[in-house]
């Protein structure tokens, strides 16, 4: 199907029903009950789940193939922001052109910071591409105040020009991203008995977008560009004596993961048009790391299950407070109560962070190929009881 | 006229004269080994052959060519393949995709931009992949993890690698270095089969003298930096200044 062989076809296919029924999926829990805090089926989360994807999707094809760890690409997804927001306020509030944009322009940015970072590998191009995306953090925190809005961010105004759409609405305020008059913000409630679910248009535009950019990533891994790069990780100096320049492919990667950036960053400002420098903050370059490595690096899906899971983390357990724990333990004692709520507390709220880390590092430890390599291990588990069946021992290929 | 011709060629590193005005002629379709003691300067010639050094001063001509100031990977453009002492493989590929990069190399040239297309729908570098497996006896390791070889398998596989281009000059520097006696024997037959099915010029450094005198038709006789002798295998072999460089004055 598409080209594709039939394992990458049906985890295409997987992941497509997947991404279709989140807003089932991710709402498990009937609202008002206790455990209603754990969904995360509302639109705003879902959009950051499919759009963390796509920009650690991106990511993945550089570091995962390549190995070259870039620091800076928060740098991109800043960009594609920016430019997302000022295709708004120029030409109209249709999400494409402002995408479109958003993506040549970070892979212009990549072609630059990459031409550069490129000469060096390793930790220095890590600390290359982390210097540039830090000198564009303050470049549009400060000095390029006009094009970014620099503190406050890039925002829409009602005099912008917006020549091929209107300035305002009719109501007078300033008009919302949208697709052919399909406003991105639109989504429509189903109740079925106390469970309701949320169907977003920006949601599921997203989620179309995202499909495109990961039957990409397959057959980008697929192709002889893909297994070049593959080569370049495992041996550079095999790869230069049998006659192959390697750095026009690392170049060409990491051009397309800035595109991959890029993207995402459009997307966001589709989503909400604004655009801020702290998009481009050398954590928010950290995190797409974390994303990858915590799903699995040099893995079709690692990097969705990876970005789902730290924005996850990040929405669910930061909401929970104190008051929430002490309702959840009111079963206890009243001092063994405290006692477990004052332990659990550093891990909630704003400490998710810690919860984050030790979820990091149980995972880099136990699992060094993420959670694909989690659900893996797990399916050779269940697996096992069929292993008795010569068939499918001798498909194994023996290594 | 040779294939390959090092003409006055030196290479200092700091205080180290590693190459002091080597000359070397290797003819076509020959195989010419190149001999001496450790720290001979062996390995350094062979890196100014395949552009990963630059000597101070002479020159080095491949095919009417010179190959001074070039990258490593337009010289294998040019025709000059590369096995290493440890082989150099693609480790974590499998045997067939290790055998597909040279094949796109060979045809595409150093970069190319292949679209979307599956790597395996290329047919024909596909068939020629397969070929040169079945030669080597390893069409049977096709999808093994290159990675997870003996390290005979993966020096079978490298110089397949490089042979699937039809390289004009074969450069084997030690290439049965830390092997066991078996392994040595099968790479000697291997390489001797190489040389009479195709056309192609051997250049290979050794310190075995077994592998030199079963598989070499010249001998450059290499120390402290300069050619002592280059003669044939017979002749090298009783050679009192050869004895003298390896065994020191008191033999």
């Given at each position: 199907?598409f080209?594709l062989?039939?394992?990458?076809?049906?985890?295409?296919?997987?992941?497509a029903?997947?991404?279709a029924?989140?807003?089932?999926?991710?709402?498990?829990?009937p609202?008002?009950?206790?455990?209603?805090?754990?969904?995360?089926?509302?639109p705003?989360?879902?959009?950051?789940?499919v759009?963390?994807?796509?920009?650690?999707?991106?990511?993945?094809?550089?570091f995962?193939?390549?190995?070259?760890l870039?620091?800076g690409?928060a740098?991109?997804?800043?960009?594609?922001?920016?430019?997302?927001?000022?295709?708004?306020k120029?030409?109209?509030?249709n999400?494409?052109?402002?995408?479109?944009?958003?993506?040549?322009t970070?892979?212009?940015?990549?072609?630059?910071?990459g031409?550069?970072?490129?000469?060096r590998?390793?930790?220095?191009?890590?600390?290359?591409?982390?210097?540039f995306?830090?000198m564009?953090?303050?470049?549009a925190?400060?000095?390029?105040?006009?094009?970014?809005?620099g503190e406050?961010g890039?925002q829409?105004?009602?005099?912008?020009?917006?020549?091929l759409?209107s300035?305002?609405?009719?109501?007078?305020n300033?008009p919302?991203?949208?697709?052919?008059?399909l406003?991105?913000r639109?989504?429509?409630?189903?109740?079925?008995?106390?469970?309701?679910?949320t169907?977003?248009?920006?949601?599921?535009?997203?989620?179309?977008?995202?499909?495109?950019?990961?039957?990409?990533?397959?057959?980008?891994?697929?192709?002889?560009?893909?297994?070049m790069?593959?080569?370049?990780?495992?041996?550079?100096q095999?790869l230069?004596?049998?006659g192959?320049?390697?750095?026009?492919?690392?170049l060409a990667a990491?051009?397309?993961?800035?595109?991959?950036?890029?993207?995402?960053?459009?997307?966001?400002a589709?989503m909400?048009?604004?655009?801020?420098?702290?998009?481009?903050?050398?954590?928010?370059s950290?995190e797409?790391?974390?994303?990858?490595?915590?799903?699995?690096?040099?893995?079709?899906?690692?990097?969705?299950l990876g970005a789902g899971m730290i924005?996850?983390m990040?929405?669910?357990?930061?909401?929970?407070?104190?008051?929430?724990?002490?309702?959840?333990?009111?079963?206890?004692?009243?001092?063994?109560?405290?006692l477990?709520?004052?332990?659990i507390?550093p891990?909630?709220?704003?400490?998710w962070?810690?919860t984050l880390?030790?979820v990091?590092?149980?995972?880099?430890?136990?699992?060094?190929?993420?959670?694909?390599?989690?659900?893996?291990?797990?399916?050779?588990l269940?697996g096992?009881k069929k292993?008795?069946?010569?068939?499918?021992?001798?498909?194994?290929?023996?290594? | 006229m040779?294939i390959?011709?090092?003409k006055?060629?030196?290479?200092?590193?700091?205080g180290?004269q590693?190459?002091g005005?080597?000359?070397?002629?290797?003819?076509?379709?020959t195989c010419?080994a190149?001999?001496g003691?450790?720290?001979?300067?062996?390995?350094?010639l062979?890196?100014?052959?395949?552009?990963?050094?630059?000597?101070d001063?002479?020159?080095?001509?491949f095919?009417?060519?010179?190959v001074?100031?070039r990258?490593?990977f337009?010289i294998n453009?040019m025709g000059?393949?590369r096995?290493?002492?440890?082989?150099?493989i693609?480790?974590d590929?499998?045997?067939m995709?290790n055998?597909l990069?040279?094949?796109?190399?060979?045809r595409?040239g150093?970069?190319a931009?292949?679209?979307?297309?599956?790597?395996?729908?290329?047919?024909?570098?596909?068939?020629?992949?397969?070929?040169?497996?079945e030669?080597?006896?390893?069409?049977?390791?096709?999808?093994?993890?290159?990675?997870?070889?003996?390290?005979g398998?993966?020096r079978?596989l490298?110089?397949?690698m490089?042979?699937?281009q039809?390289?004009?000059?074969?450069?084997l520097?030690?290439p049965t270095?830390?092997?066991?006696?078996?392994?040595?024997?099968n790479?000697?037959?291997?390489?001797k089969e190489?040389?009479e099915?195709?056309?192609?010029?051997?250049?290979i450094?050794?310190h075995?003298?077994?592998?030199?005198f079963?598989l070499?038709?010249?001998?450059?006789?290499?120390?402290q930096g300069?050619?002592?002798?280059e003669d044939?295998?017979?002749?090298?072999k009783?050679?009192?200044?050869?004895?003298?460089?390896y065994?020191?004055?008191?033999?």
């Amino acid at each position: 199907m598409f080209g594709l062989n039939k394992k990458d076809a049906s985890l295409l296919l997987i992941v497509a029903v997947l991404v279709a029924f989140a807003p089932f999926l991710l709402n498990p829990f009937p609202e008002g009950s206790a455990m209603a805090q754990f969904n995360a089926g509302y639109p705003d989360l879902m959009q950051r789940f499919v759009i963390f994807g796509i920009f650690a999707i991106g990511f993945n094809i550089l570091f995962g193939l390549t190995g070259y760890l870039s620091f800076g690409h928060a740098a991109f997804l800043g960009v594609g922001s920016y430019a997302a927001v000022w295709m708004f306020k120029l030409l109209s509030m249709n999400v494409l052109p402002a995408i479109v944009l958003a993506v040549i322009t970070a892979g212009i940015f990549a072609l630059i910071i990459g031409y550069v970072s490129l000469r060096r590998s390793g930790i220095y191009f890590s600390i290359l591409t982390l210097a540039f995306a830090q000198m564009s953090f303050a470049l549009a925190y400060s000095v390029l105040t006009p094009i970014t809005g620099g503190e406050t961010g890039l925002q829409l105004a009602l005099d912008d020009p917006r020549i091929l759409g209107s300035a305002t609405t009719a109501e007078g305020n300033i008009p919302v991203p949208g697709l052919f008059g399909l406003e991105m913000r639109d989504s429509v409630e189903l109740m079925m008995g106390s469970w309701v679910f949320t169907f977003n248009l920006g949601y599921y535009f997203c989620a179309i977008i995202m499909l495109i950019a990961f039957y990409l990533s397959i057959r980008i891994f697929r192709s002889p560009f893909g297994m070049m790069l593959r080569a370049i990780k495992s041996n550079q100096q095999r790869l230069n004596y049998t006659g192959l320049n390697p750095r026009p492919y690392t170049l060409a990667a990491f051009v397309i993961s800035g595109m991959y950036a890029g993207l995402a960053g459009g997307l966001m400002a589709s989503m909400d048009p604004l655009a801020g420098a702290e998009r481009m903050f050398w954590t928010a370059s950290g995190e797409v790391v974390l994303m990858t490595i915590l799903g699995g690096v040099g893995t079709l899906i690692g990097p969705v299950l990876g970005a789902g899971m730290i924005k996850y983390m990040e929405n669910i357990i930061s909401k929970i407070n104190s008051d929430i724990l002490h309702g959840w333990f009111a079963f206890l004692p009243d001092g063994l109560e405290d006692l477990v709520v004052t332990m659990i507390y550093p891990f909630i709220g704003k400490g998710w962070h810690l919860t984050l880390g030790i979820v990091f590092m149980l995972v880099v430890i136990f699992l060094p190929g993420g959670l694909v390599e989690g659900g893996q291990r797990l399916a050779k588990l269940f697996g096992r009881k069929k292993a008795d069946n010569p068939k499918s021992a001798s498909t194994e290929p023996a290594e | 006229m040779g294939i390959l011709e090092v003409k006055d060629v030196n290479k200092r590193f700091g205080g180290l004269q590693a190459l002091g005005n080597v000359n070397l002629s290797v003819a076509e379709n020959t195989c010419h080994a190149i001999i001496g003691p450790n720290g001979a300067g062996k390995s350094t010639l062979l890196n100014c052959l395949v552009g990963k050094l630059i000597p101070d001063t002479g020159s080095v001509m491949f095919d009417g060519q010179s190959v001074l100031g070039r990258t490593p990977f337009e010289i294998n453009q040019m025709g000059i393949s590369r096995v290493f002492q440890t082989p150099e493989i693609f480790g974590d590929l499998t045997v067939m995709e290790n055998m597909l990069i040279p094949c796109f190399a060979k045809r595409d040239g150093s970069f190319a931009l292949h679209g979307i297309r599956s790597v395996m729908s290329e047919a024909e570098l596909r068939d020629q992949a397969e070929h040169m497996l079945e030669e080597v006896n390893m069409i049977d390791k096709r999808d093994m993890h290159s990675a997870s070889m003996s390290r005979g398998d993966k020096r079978r596989l490298e110089m397949a690698m490089c042979l699937v281009q039809k390289p004009k000059l074969l450069l084997l520097d030690e290439p049965t270095a830390g092997m066991a006696r078996a392994d040595t024997n099968n790479t000697i037959d291997l390489l001797k089969e190489i040389k009479e099915k195709r056309n192609i010029t051997i250049a290979i450094i050794e310190h075995d003298m077994h592998v030199v005198f079963s598989l070499a038709e010249r001998i450059t006789v290499l120390a402290q930096g300069t050619p002592l002798v280059e003669d044939t295998p017979e002749n090298i072999k009783g050679h009192p200044k050869v004895k003298e460089a390896y065994l020191g004055e008191a033999a």
